[in-house]
């Protein structure tokens, strides 16, 4: 493992790319928030659909602004509706979590999920490539990693098209994940 200052994630707040447009959430967003929320195949691995209610509840105590107040966290939305088709987030994987390969943690993780009316067009793929892209032209060359349970296919299959390298296996949430990595300074354009 390397050890490394930490720097800061992405400044940005508003990206754009052909198809989407990734910006800070907005209450027009409720509705998507909750669909990513509680839809079973979309949280098929991230630990199964969360009760409407409490997703309701948790929206109504945050706002839908407060999902994306974080640097580096973003709506991924349509850019000629506008409409939410998932969220992306490049922030710091914590150092008590397992998973990576720093050896203080905090590497930039790139974090994703989708609507899944917008599976299999690429727009994960080009959400990712953006903010990478953006990143690799404001913070200086590091770490990236993406971690995903084993089992979702579709997620390592995404990693690898991205340039992310299998590194290791590891148990959290009852569940084999893989973690991948790339260096930020791949995604120069």
Do not use: C
Not at 45 to 69: C, F, H, I, N
Not at 145 to 168: D, E, I, M, P
């Amino acid at each position: 493992m390397v050890t490394m200052i930490h720097s800061p994630t992405l400044s940005a707040t508003e990206l754009a790319s052909d198809r989407l447009l990734l910006r800070k959430a907005q209450e027009i967003d409720r509705e998507g928030f909750i669909e990513l929320a509680t839809d079973p195949e979309v949280r098929a691995y991230l630990g199964g659909p969360k009760p409407r209610s409490d997703v309701e509840w948790y929206l109504d105590a945050v706002g839908a602004a407060g999902l994306t107040s974080h640097p580096g966290s973003f709506v991924i939305a349509d850019i000629t509706t506008n409409r939410l088709v998932g969220t992306l987030a490049l922030e710091r994987r914590s150092a008590d979590r397992p998973g990576h390969v720093i050896e203080d943690g905090e590497e930039l993780e790139l974090s994703y999920v989708l609507r899944r009316s917008a599976w299999g067009a690429g727009l994960a793929f080009e959400a990712a490539t953006t903010v990478l892209r953006a990143a690799a032209g404001e913070l200086p060359d590091q770490p990236v990693v993406v971690v995903t349970q084993t089992a979702n296919l579709r997620s390592l299959k995404l990693a690898a098209r991205l340039g992310f390298r299998h590194v290791s296996t590891f148990e959290e949430f009852g569940a084999e994940q893989t973690l991948s990595t790339a260096g930020l300074h791949t995604f120069t354009t």
